[in-house]
Antibody
Framework: EVQLVESGGGLVTPGGSLRLSCAASGFSFSPYSMEWVRQAPGKGLEWVSSIGTSSSSMSYADSVKGRFTISRDNAKNSVYLQMNSLRAEDTALYYC??????????????WGQGTLVTVSS | SYVLTQSPSVSVAPGQTARITCGENNIGSKSVHWYQQKPGQAPVLVVYDDSDRPSGIPERFSGSNSGNTATLTISRVEAGDEADYYCQVWDSSSGVFGGGTKLAVL
């Protein structure tokens, strides 16, 4: 059974930092790109970041570019999101998701339960 | 860049058919994927590649995509189908989601 378990969320003051982790199990981790998607309270889904299979490619939403860094450790079946210079508008439930698909046609076939990040003074 | 437009809400009586749309210019040239999200739960993929269903998703869920509109159709709607539904495409190395549609079962 595929499982994605996020951790690392919490309350942080504006300008602070957090590192989210996502532990994957139940599938062969290294062949899959992995994603972070967030959802602000009462709002819709927003794609945040993507990392390729061997960390060769990473991409970010404009809203987090330059502040967030995605990474992965295939030996630990884990993906991470380092979040710096946090703002109130980064407050959200952060989901880890597995990317599936081919030829520039991708979708998120498995999701974790999310970890809550609250940015407030 | 893609901006996917969804109606905020759709209401339907049990047993009827619900149609949830996702609009963008020439969206028919992309593959569209749909997610169901119930309150307090993570999203679940219900349709991928316009019209395919993951294992475990009832046949009542179907999709189509042509021209400027993609549609998620839920036949014989049940109370348990009440949820938010999101469409999604992949564009320029990033995921793009619609704003979501709240399906209310009357």
């Amino acid at each position: 059974e595929v499982q994605l378990v996020e951790s690392g969320g919490g309350l942080v003051t504006p300008g602070g930092s957090l590192r989210l982790s996502c532990a994957a199990s139940g599938f062969s981790f290294s062949p899959y790109s992995m994603e972070w998607v967030r959802q602000a309270p009462g709002k819709g889904l927003e794609w945040v970041s993507s990392i390729g299979t061997s960390s060769s490619s990473m991409s970010y939403a404009d809203s987090v570019k330059g502040r967030f860094t995605i990474s992965r450790d295939n030996a630990k079946n884990s993906v991470y999101l380092q979040m710096n210079s946090l703002r109130a508008e980064d407050t959200a439930l952060y989901y880890c998701a597995r990317l599936h698909g081919t030829a520039n046609n991708y979708y998120f076939d498995y999701w974790g339960q999310g970890t809550l990040v609250t940015v407030s003074s | 860049s893609y901006v996917l437009t969804q109606s905020p809400s759709v209401s339907v009586a049990p047993g009827q058919t619900a149609r949830i749309t996702c609009g963008e210019n020439n969206i028919g040239s992309k593959s569209v994927h749909w997610y169901q999200q119930k309150p307090g739960q993570a999203p679940v993929l219900v349709v991928y590649d316009d019209s395919d269903r993951p294992s475990g998703i009832p046949e009542r869920f179907s999709g189509s995509n042509s021209g400027n509109t993609a549609t998620l159709t839920i036949s014989r709607v049940e109370a348990g189908d009440e949820a938010d539904y999101y469409c999604q495409v992949w564009d320029s190395s990033s995921g793009v989601f619609g704003g979501g549609t709240k399906l209310a079962v009357l």
